[in-house]
């Protein structure tokens, strides 16, 4: 009899390609900023106080794909690293549901990828991965909030949910053949999201949202295994599929007639993270030690993120026009990886573009937007000891598309 | 079945008061309706349709709502299931469902959009494959306890003509982990934790989508039609498992690969085709009827496909380690068909210009899709008579920004008529049965938002004062 059980547990989720290059095609097009801007739908990711003011009733739809051109030099050989293309479809609704003196909105909004809810993508310690560019782009987002807002307060809440995944396997061998049984649950994953608004001088808006850890786990046991009548040890398979730290962004705008220029920036708490992946074998108290060594902690940095953005509206009459732009740097929470682990990441410049163009609402009240997002991998070099060097560049190209229809 | 009746509610009140501190209530079911109301008709009024229930039942419902629609609801489904006089082991069911229904205009055309989620014991599912040996109720024990998440956009083109269309998503496992490096055997005293092994993990949950679509339209004014289509729910599991390194038995190093794959369905809902109708022979008094056809024949199997490959160098034929197996693919479900007729009565009792409640009623029956004759499965089901009573109440303009305030409560009693089949699963044919009861209650808060600016209205009314 060959018996092999394995207990999977626990895989949750992350919202991550709104984190990684910005919320929607306006979103995009201004390099990730929008905390202080009414976003419509989209606010429930960025800054949930921003539904307080939405005025009218928001349908909204969009594409995202995101291409990676990332290369690994070796030594003085170069590969290309195989990152598959990450596209997303968008769909969300923001309404207000009260109007007058004291308002109040709900949004709701979820990109996700086409074929799938969340890619775990978990390889061999050592082999090289960029988990926070190409990793972070395979998931789900969705979020949901409540904003309110009295005068030129603004306040919001709302929350991020994704899934999770626990099970069972059990693969069971007898002469008359194998049967297997495999139970799972998928549990909802949340990160609750919460900011505010404050609109001064009827030009000036300054906001600050905090989101919270989004984690993505497995862990799957396999317990008792048996290959025939040889026993092996209880197998450990745990670790990380997706994560997001704790994030606070803090965002002050200004409005002049059509110009309105943004300036933002983002701490991102990644000294929290523990690890991608955890031990196979998990050893007993009662032994000092086993065969099989703990990983070691990542040690990864905080990081602080600045961005500039601005947007200039034309009315040309019957039609709005909106042109966009912004920058982003993106420091790594990474450090040089000069082990066997190979956990690449590089500064990332982030350079966007965006227009939208808006009919009237007497006409037919649709506006459709468009994105795109360039971010350049600075070149980074690993020493690997014994004069072995590796070295990461790479780009990263988005395009979004968008169309927001009042109801 | 009284005695059953009186266990169930207990456990159903058990069940409730278990979940009082959770934030909310209710479920959006893929068998019987989202929300307290239809739960109280036996689903019976896809007709009439204008809440959150419209983005499941029937999608051309939801341009009808009168305005932003926000509401929570909880169910909780006990059963007592029995096979072979062995009570099943299914457990109670608490079900939190969330609906969203905006309206608006396009052009002065109506249309809206509307979302509806239940979250069955705050999970997204909870699954399992099963032995075809293992006595199984095939259609209580995966599917109620499946996430319901849908998304639906409706158009009012006419006047008495309106349709739906919307995505439901349920989600999809398809992974592999792999495990490498020296598993040591274990001897008794611990050696098999010197073993050095790493692992991988390659896993997609993938987001399987059916449509769902819907018509309404009134003919004359009592009368209200409705047709709306849902194509089959089905959810995958595929799991691989590889094991690849040495072998450490004592001194003695082995190089193994051991890999398995499990793959099945494990829930499954056939795609449905539903035609309604309601009359108001009296201004507060619906009835409802409909038609459901659910073409179960089109579900493969419940069970699961396994198959195991070893490749190692030891000599064959020293019994240390088995062979390999493909496996086999397993047996086929063999269900038929069904309809399903519902009826339902509804009346309106006025309490004054702004409030009102309601009492309902519900009947349905429910004939089992599984056969009677199993050779390979044992697969245990029965005819079903369901029993739906409830009650509303309705406050309009209750304060702002409320424009209208719906608290709708449901009892269903799903009576479960014993049923004989006969089953080849332990190669002689024996006799078995199956009988039981299930019982839900649910309750459902609804509260719609006023579209109008209450300080524009009044600075309205001064204007025109």
Request: aromatic share 6%; proline share 8%; hydrophobic share 40%.
């Amino acid at each position: 009899v060959v018996g092999l059980v394995a207990l999977l547990a626990a895989t949750p989720v992350g919202a991550t390609p709104a984190e990684l290059v910005g919320a929607g095609a306006e979103g995009v097009a201004l390099a990730g900023s929008g905390t202080s801007l009414d976003m419509g739908p989209h606010a429930a990711l960025l800054n949930p106080a921003g539904l307080g003011s939405q005025e009218d009733k928001e349908l909204a739809f969009g594409f995202r794909a995101t291409r990676f051109s990332l290369s690994i030099e070796r030594d003085g050989t170069t590969t290309r690293y195989p990152a598959d293309l990450s596209n997303g479809l968008t769909l969300g609704v923001a309404a207000p549901l009260s109007r007058g003196r004291f308002k109040t909105g709900i949004g709701l909004i979820a990109e996700t990828p086409p074929n799938f809810v969340v890619r775990a993508e978990v390889p061999f310690d050592g082999t090289p991965t960029f988990p926070l560019v190409s990793g972070r782009a395979q998931s789900l987002d969705f979020g949901a909030g409540l904003g309110f807002r009295l005068g030129g307060l603004s306040v919001g809440a709302g929350v991020r949910a994704l899934a999770a995944l626990a099970g069972r396997v059990a693969v069971v061998q007898d002469p008359a053949g194998p049967s297997g049984a495999v139970g799972t649950r998928l549990l909802p994953a949340w990160a609750p999201t919460a900011g505010l608004r404050l609109d001064f001088h009827t030009r000036w808006r300054l906001a600050a949202s905090i989101r919270g850890v989004l984690r993505a786990d497995f862990d799957a046991e396999v317990a008792s295994a048996r290959l025939g009548p040889i026993s092996v040890v209880p197998l450990n398979i745990e670790g990380v599929a997706a994560y997001e730290p704790l994030k606070i962004d803090a965002e002050v705008s200004e409005r002049r007639g059509g110009l309105e220029v943004l300036a933002g920036v983002r701490y991102e708490r990644w000294s929290a993270f523990d690890g991608w992946v955890g031990p196979t074998v998990v050893c007993p108290p009662s032994r000092g030690s086993c065969g099989t060594a703990p990983p070691t902690r990542p040690d990864y940095r905080d990081v602080v993120s600045p961005r500039v953005a601005g947007s200039y509206e034309l009315r040309l009459e019957p039609v709005t026009l909106a042109v966009r732009a912004g920058y982003t740097f993106a420091p790594s929470p990474i450090p040089e990886q000069k082990g066997v682990k190979n956990e690449l990441d590089a500064w990332r410049h982030g350079f966007a573009l965006g227009y939208s163009v808006a009919l009237p609402k007497d006409c037919f009240p649709i506006r459709l937007d468009a994105a795109y997002r360039l971010d350049l991998l600075a070149p980074r070099t690993h020493d690997k000891g014994g004069g072995s060097r590796l070295t990461t560049r790479g780009t990263m190209q988005t395009v979004v598309f968008g169309a927001g229809v009042n109801l | 079945m009284r005695a059953r009746v009186a266990a169930l509610l207990g456990a159903s009140l058990s069940g409730a008061l278990t979940l009082a501190t959770l934030p909310a209530v209710a479920s959006p079911s893929t068998q019987r309706g989202f929300g307290a109301r239809a739960g109280s008709l036996a689903a019976a009024n896809g007709a009439d349709l204008d809440d959150a229930s419209a983005v499941v039942g029937n999608p051309s419902g939801i341009s009808h709502a009168p305005g932003t629609l926000v509401s929570v609801g909880y169910e909780n489904h006990a059963s007592s299931l029995e096979h072979d006089g062995a009570e099943a082991p299914l457990e109670t069911i608490q079900t939190v469902e969330v609906g969203l229904v905006v309206p608006g205009e396009i052009l002065t055309i109506p249309v809206g959009f509307g979302l509806a989620l239940a979250l069955p014991d705050g999970r997204f599912s909870k699954l399992r494959q099963v032995e075809p040996t293992e006595p199984y109720f095939v259609l209580d024990d995966a599917v109620p306890r499946l996430l319901d998440l849908a998304v639906g956009v409706a158009v009012e083109p006419l006047s008495r003509l309106s349709l739906g269309g919307g995505v439901g998503f349920v989600s999809s496992l398809e992974g592999a982990f792999r495990i490498r490096g020296t598993a040591a055997s274990a001897d008794g005293m611990g050696a098999e934790y010197d073993s050095s092994l790493t692992h991988s993990v390659d896993a997609d949950l993938l987001s399987s989508r059916y449509p769902i679509l819907g018509l309404g339209y009134v003919p004359v004014d009592p009368i209200s039609l409705g047709l709306s289509y849902r194509g089959a729910v089905k959810v995958n599991q595929r799991i691989e498992g590889t094991l690849n390194g040495d072998l450490a038995i004592g001194p003695l190093a082995v190089p193994v690969t051991y890999a398995f794959t499990t793959d099945a369905i494990v829930a499954y809902s056939p795609p449905e085709l539903a035609l309604s109708a309601t009359v108001r022979p009296l201004e507060r008094l619906a009835l409802h009827a409909s038609l459901l056809f659910r073409r179960y024949s089109t579900f493969p199997s419940p069970y699961t496909r396994t198959a195991s490959r070893l490749v190692t160098n030891l000599p064959p034929g020293l019994g240390l380690l088995p062979p390999d197996d493909p496996g086999t693919p397993p047996p086929p479900a063999r269900f038929r068909d069904r309809f399903v007729p519902r009826v339902g009565l509804e009346r309106e009792f006025g309490l004054g210009p702004a409030s009102s409640i309601a009492a309902r009623g519900g009947y349905a029956y429910e004939h089992s899709p599984v056969p009677v004759s199993q050779r390979e499965t044992l697969l245990f089901d029965m005819n079903r008579h369901v029993f739906a009573l409830g009650g509303g109440l309705r406050l309009r303009r209750p304060l702002q920004p409320f424009a209208e305030l719906r608290l709708d409560l449901a009892v269903e009693l799903v009576h479960g008529a014993r049923r004989a089949f006969e089953s080849g699963v332990t190669r002689e044919p024996t006799r078995h049965r199956a009988e039981g009861d299930l019982l839900a209650l649910g309750a459902t808060l609804g509260v719609f938002f006023d579209d109008d600016d209450p300080d524009q209205a009044s600075a309205g009314a001064a204007g025109a004062r």
